[in-house]
């Protein structure tokens, strides 16, 4: 009897204080105005830094440029962040990054570095690991996505995230998979990072340049790098050493470095194309088998499409951006809005210098307000998962890709069902039995 | 004010009171008792006498599992509260008791009832959900993955049943294999005379096909040139639109399959062309030399009702064309799908009536109460036609029906048969011309014709002019391969097709 007293009066209690949550909820809501929240539009909060919390350690997979980048970025996000733990399928690499944190004074253990091609298996079943940085080459991360939720951790994986579509479902599926499981997920899209981007965006899609009726994407760049083949590689250390240029590794630059455009043009036109039909070729590369340049045209139905396109040739007028018109003005979407007469509308106010200038950029790197975003989410259970959003864009570039490869029309239909799967069957050192030709659009004329 | 005295005096308005609530409370109790008792699985099975789907039911995934969880009768054969307990326990009940008194259950047809048509009537797709909520579980494999992502990407009223996939995770089914039946139509192997020559066919008249290599040997039937009117005239009972106007058909003569195409005769042509992976399987063209065949399927294309002499099914159109390539190739004659004129033709032997045997839809239907309830006189139908109402919801061996005027089986009934035209509901409407000559159907089109019905028919769809066409997308529903077979249709199991042979 007195027992069932005190549960009715824990229960009193809980309901009282239940009430008082929905009325201050409401509160907070009514605080807030009208004005639609980074939440509610499902936008990154913009942080100054991680929140305090338990400590949370990370492992990295890939240590190469990117992945030895993001494993600084963790670190710097904020409080008790720890790197433990590395693999990366070649020593050198895993060397370079230990002697890089031996100059922070942070050490990672020798007993936690893992080499070859299923290290991140044993990286993955170290149990203390809380988070993961993915940042091989993209052709492996379903694989070690898949790992890593199936281990339980957090993630944090750069973009393109797959470069076929057998890994963009496999992606997909995990994705829904760390739904179910509440671990947190954040892409290197850094654009959706960005604050500047995000109070564009959240403009935009409040009307402030009426409904969307085109848009165009582009990145024009320097060529970006090759290895030369030294004498003892044999051919998978020699492609994965070359990674960025052979398309069963890289995906082609459309995905690599074009896909930070097309997911923008996705997120403000608020889809996914429904076909692309384009054209690419190749004049300047030395080694692989990928295009110099691509010209996509992605269709969004009712008349609305995007030009897409993207080039690495030195020496070339070089321009990188987006632009999203619509039926009152148009946008860059990263700072400012013009009417359709080009008098600018708004504009986005970055801060200010020790001299008071305002700055061309933010404070806070995109690259590690990412991370700060992941360990809020994680910290304050606020979840995140963006997985799915960033398979959905390099899915989107993929049609592209395969659209000027193949010189036909393809849809999203087609990509999302398509047995396209690139690379050697077995990944393993040692000789690779495979044709590079570059890919060919169309027959050829009869002559 | 003349109610607040009966209660006067106050302690009788307190009893009262009291009295109320304790009667509410006993007849509460005892409903929620009742609807508790009888859910239980004791209760169900003192009326579903069925021992064998008991026995199922602890053999399968819903009993016998590593958690040592048991779902209960209920759980599944009864929507969720919330989501219309009541009213379907209401229904259920009714019926049960009614089935109780006046049948008797080992009468029943469990086989029927075990098809997923009848298995989507007694099971909720509402419940599999309440327990089964997280559609991605860590250890989802990668065709389950597939699967699953199509499923919640379909728009809801699209949406394929939980039980399309799983249907026998309920009641276990041995038969029912749940992978690539990578053994299929290998291991039967016929002790038989292997033929070194085809049949030569110098006159017209009915002849026995031999196939060289093989041991296999049909019958064609010699169907001679004729006019015939084509379609149902308005005034035929239980008749669609797309069946008129009927229409005038001239045919050169052909020779027919007398049967639909058998499992025996199908899995020489497995055997010999079976594709080893996917990648195999390109588009043949007339003129190529090596014909490539279907690729493994997926589970029991028989469905576990046995091979031999039985129809083969769940082929697809693509497959069916290229068995008759196949033929041609082997026998040196030129084999093909039947036009659709050809077909009617074949199957009409010369009658105007619905059917090719003496009798009117309305007789013989069973939809309409009256029906329901009496059943139909279907004495005559029964010798000459397996349908929903003789087939126990299987296939038949050809043996079971007597042949029509020209001869042939199964025209009607047990599976329906591709044609080689493209399906148009108003393919008859736009012929013109006073005699058409040997038509062949609209040049272009998305589904082919499929005629004659099939074992799950009514008797108003058995009928001689009755049309149907290929569902492509919904046949294909439940295959979890992307993209999805080309060979093997995993949501269809009544069509499959006979042959002809054209005169030379």
Redesign the interface.
């Known amino acids: 009897m007195e027992k069932k007293n005190i549960d009715r009066r824990k229960f009193l209690g809980a309901g009282v204080l239940a009430g008082a949550t929905v009325i201050g909820a409401g509160a907070l809501l009514a605080s807030c105005g009208k004005e639609a929240t980074n939440a509610s539009l499902g936008l990154p909060p913009i942080l100054k830094g991680a929140p305090k919390g338990r400590k949370l350690k990370a492992g990295l997979v890939g240590a190469g440029n990117r992945g030895t980048g993001a494993a600084i970025n963790f670190i710097s996000a904020g409080p008790d962040l720890e790197i433990i733990a590395v693999c990366d399928v070649f020593q050198d690499k895993i060397d370079a990054i230990r002697e890089r944190f031996k100059s922070f004074k942070l050490e990672i253990p020798e007993k936690n570095c893992f080499t070859g091609f299923d290290g991140y298996k044993k990286m993955m079943a170290i149990e203390e690991l809380d988070v993961v940085l993915l940042a091989t080459p993209p052709r492996f991360r379903p694989e070690h996505f898949l790992e890593a ?2 281990n339980k951790k957090h993630v944090f994986m750069e973009k393109p995230v797959a470069v076929d ?2 890994g963009i ?2 992606l ?3 994705a ?2 760390a ?3 509440g671990l947190c997920v954040v892409t290197g899209t850094q654009r959706r990072h960005q604050e500047d981007y995000i109070e564009t965006y959240k403009r935009v899609k409040g009307g402030a340049i009426g409904r969307l009726t085109s848009a165009k994407a582009f990145w024009n760049q320097d060529h970006v790098w090759f290895r030369t083949r030294e004498a003892d590689w044999d051919d998978m250390t020699y492609m994965v050493r070359n990674w960025n240029n052979f398309c069963w590794l890289c995906g082609d630059h459309i995905l690599d470095t074009h896909i930070h455009n097309i997911d923008v043009i996705n997120w403000f036109m608020g889809k996914t194309p429904i076909s692309a039909i384009g054209n690419g070729g190749r004049h300047r590369r030395v080694t692989g088998d990928q295009y110099d340049f691509f010209n996509i045209d992605f269709d969004y139905g009712n008349g609305v499409s995007s030009h897409s396109y993207c080039r690495e040739i030195d020496s070339c007028a070089n321009r990188t951006g987006e632009l999203v018109m619509g039926t009152e003005g148009y946008t860059n979407c990263v700072n400012t809005i013009w009417d359709l007469n080009g008098n600018v509308k708004w504009q986005f106010e970055y801060p200010k210098d020790e001299n008071g200038n305002a700055m061309s950029q933010l404070k806070i790197p995109a690259y590690v307000q990412e991370h700060m975003h992941l360990v809020h989410a994680i910290r304050k259970g606020e979840y995140v998962n963006q997985a799915e959003q960033t398979a959905l864009s390099t899915l989107t570039a993929i049609m592209g890709r395969t659209a000027a490869y193949t010189g036909q029309l393809v849809t999203w239909e087609e990509i999302m ?3 396209m799967q690139l690379g050697p069957k077995e990944i393993k050192f040692g000789p690779v039995d495979m044709k590079f030709e570059v890919p060919i659009p169309g027959t050829p004329p009869n002559i | 004010m003349r109610f607040s005295n009966i209660f006067k005096g106050g302690k009788t308005k307190y009893w009262l009171v009291a009295l109320g609530i304790f009667l509410c409370a006993i007849i509460l109790g005892s409903v929620n008792q009742i609807s508790n008792y009888t859910s239980s699985d004791k209760y169900c099975v003192s009326c579903h006498i069925h021992p064998v789907q008991d026995q199922n039911w602890r053999l399968s995934e819903h009993y016998n599992n590593k958690s040592g969880f048991v779902t209960h009768c209920v759980e599944c054969h009864l929507p969720p509260k919330g989501h219309g307990y009541l009213p379907a326990k209401l229904k259920h009940g009714i019926k049960d008791v009614y089935g109780k008194l006046f049948k008797d259950s080992a009468d029943f047809d469990w086989e029927a009832k075990k098809t997923l048509e009848n298995a989507k009537k007694y099971v909720y797709e509402q419940s599999c959900i309440r327990c089964h909520e ?5 250890t ?1 494999s ?1 065709n389950g ?2 699967a ?2 199509q499923y ?1 990407n379909t728009p809801q009223d699209q949406k394929p049943n939980c039980i399309n996939c799983h249907l026998n995770v309920g009641h276990y089914d041995k038969s029912n294999l749940h992978a690539h039946n990578t053994n299929f139509g290998v291991t039967e192997t016929l002790a038989k005379e292997v033929f070194t020559e085809p049949t030569k066919v110098e006159k017209f008249e009915n002849f026995v096909e031999k196939v060289p290599e093989t041991s296999l040997s049909f019958e064609m039937v010699a169907i001679p040139e004729g006019i015939f009117e084509m379609g149902s005239p308005e005034k035929e009972e239980l008749r669609k639109p797309d069946e008129g106007p009927v229409r005038k058909v001239h045919l050169s003569k052909f020779f027919m399959g007398k049967a639909e195409v058998s499992w025996e005769e199908y899995l020489e042509f497995f055997k010999a062309t079976a594709s080893q992976g ?1 990648k195999e399987a390109i588009i043949n063209q007339p003129v190529t030399d090596a014909i490539t065949g279907p690729t493994p399927p997926w589970g029991a294309p028989d469905q576990g009702w046995g091979k031999g002499t039985r129809p083969a099914i769940t082929m697809s159109w693509k497959s069916a064309s290229t068995y008759c390539l196949w033929l041609s190739k082997k026998t040196g004659k030129k084999y093909r799908l039947p036009t659709e004129a050809e077909w009617e033709y074949a199957c009409r032997g010369g009658t105007k009536d619905p059917y090719f045997f003496p009798g009117s839809p309305k007789s013989f239907t069973s939809t309409g109460l009256f029906k329901k309830i009496f059943g139909a006189d279907t004495t005559v139908i029964n010798s000459f036609v397996a349908y929903k109402e003789n087939s126990q919801s299987k296939t038949r061996e050809p043996g079971s029906v007597k042949a029509n005027q020209f001869g042939l089986k199964n025209m009607l009934g047990n599976v329906a048969e591709f044609c080689s035209d493209y399906y148009a509901p108003t393919a008859y409407k736009t012929a013109s011309g006073d005699v058409l000559n040997n038509p062949a159907g609209p040049d272009s089109g998305q589904e082919h014709v499929i005629r004659g019905g099939s074992f799950k028919s009514d008797a108003k769809d058995v009928r001689s002019a009755a049309r149907d066409f290929t569902k492509t997308k919904a046949w294909l529903m439940t295959d979890p ?4 077979s080309v060979w093997w249709y995993s949501d269809s199991n009544d069509v499959g097709f006979r042959v002809v042979c054209e005169m030379q």
């Open positions: 939720i199936q579509p057998v479902r496999s997909i599926a995990t829904k998979k739904e179910a499981l069902k398509s047995d | 997280n559609l991605f579980p860590v989802l990668v993955s597939n699953h992502l919640v996917r391969q992307m993209p999805k």
